[in-house]
Nanobody, 122 residues
Framework: QVQLVESGGGLVQAGGSLRLSCAASGRTFGQYIMGWFRQAPGKEREFVSRINFSGSSTYYTDSVKGRFTISRDNAKKMVYLQMNSLKPEDTAVYYC???????????????WGQGTQVTVSS
């Protein structure tokens, strides 16, 4: 089992950057695929990015490719989401999630953090 706590959200102007962090606890962190999801007001929670166990493989939804970078530090039990060139449509609550599948489906991630708010002003 793993517990997740996100941080790093905030208010930023369009074109700016933020770095989200996700701190994990539990002895098996390195055995989980880690993902970032987001949920905008009135919308379904959607997949943003995921990274494999070692960090050697990453995947992004099309809308963030080239702007967001996911990374992980297994020794520190941390996952990061570097977000550059932010747009107002990136405004959402961002969630860190852990699972055993590389699927982008929410249901394949049994462990979730509480979320961190990202607001991008135009």
């Amino acid at each position: 089992q793993v517990q997740l706590v996100e941080s790093g959200g905030g208010l930023v102007q369009a074109g700016g950057s933020l770095r989200l962090s996700c701190a994990a606890s539990g002895r098996t962190f390195g055995q989980y695929i880690m993902g970032w999801f987001r949920q905008a007001p009135g919308k379904e929670r959607e997949f943003v990015s995921r990274i494999n166990f070692s960090g050697s493989s990453t995947y992004y939804t099309d809308s963030v490719k080239g702007r967001f970078t996911i990374s992980r530090d297994n020794a520190k039990k941390m996952v990061y989401l570097q977000m550059n060139s932010l747009k107002p449509e990136d405004t959402a609550v961002y969630y860190c999630a852990a699972g055993r599948s590389s699927s982008p489906q929410r249901s394949d991630y049994p462990y979730w953090g509480q979320g961190t708010q990202v607001t991008v002003s135009s």
